[in-house]
């Protein structure tokens, strides 16, 4: 698996499962609606911001990630990021794999720590990742995310220092 910069020439490639992931409802904070020219604006950021694909040997895009700083000004130290992998090939690495690279970027970037702010808490994937990868959960927004098959759940803020 390589993980590159993103460009625009991914994004046919990307949109399908990035799709498929926010209208499910079940992990991100976007419009259920969100169309493509939207996503992709909000997905494929512009530097300092990062975005990136992981992709198989063949070129197959199997999950992207983008990375951005969490605050401006006097809270600008500290990073964020967001990942998807195409639901095809999860269980296979792919997310660990963009986390860690992220996290590399972030450290190399000069950022002081990541931080997470709205990891939906059903997402017990996504959370047991980021725990085994150093991330603490700093508190929990209650009912902060409308889960379309669990009702209001909780949505974690996670933290990790570089």
């Known amino acids: ?13 990307i949109w399908p499962f990035f799709h498929e992931i926010v209208a499910a409802g079940e992990t991100f904070t976007f419009p259920l609606d969100l169309g493509e020219a939207d996503g992709q604006d909000w997905w494929l950021v512009k530097p300092p911001s ?3 694909v ?3 040997d063949d070129g197959t895009v199997l999950g992207t990630a ?13 990073a964020s990021a967001s990942y998807m992998v195409d639901p095809r090939h999860s269980g296979k690495g ?7 690279y992220s996290l590399d970027w972030a450290r190399e970037s000069g950022y002081r720590a990541m931080q997470f702010n709205a990891v939906v808490e059903t997402n017990v994937a996504a959370v047991g990742l980021y725990r085994s990868l150093g991330f603490e959960i700093l508190g929990t927004l209650p009912e902060g995310f409308d889960h379309p098959a669990k009702g209001f759940v909780g949505l974690h803020i996670m933290h990790r220092a570089l």
């Open 1 to 13: 698996m390589l993980i590159r910069e993103a460009t625009a020439e991914d994004w046919p490639a």
């Open 50 to 52: 990062r975005a990136v």
């Open 54 to 56: 992981a992709v198989a």
């Open 66 to 78: 983008k990375m951005n700083r969490n605050h401006m000004g006097n809270g600008s130290h500290i």
């Open 94 to 100: 792919v997310g660990r794999a963009l986390c860690q």
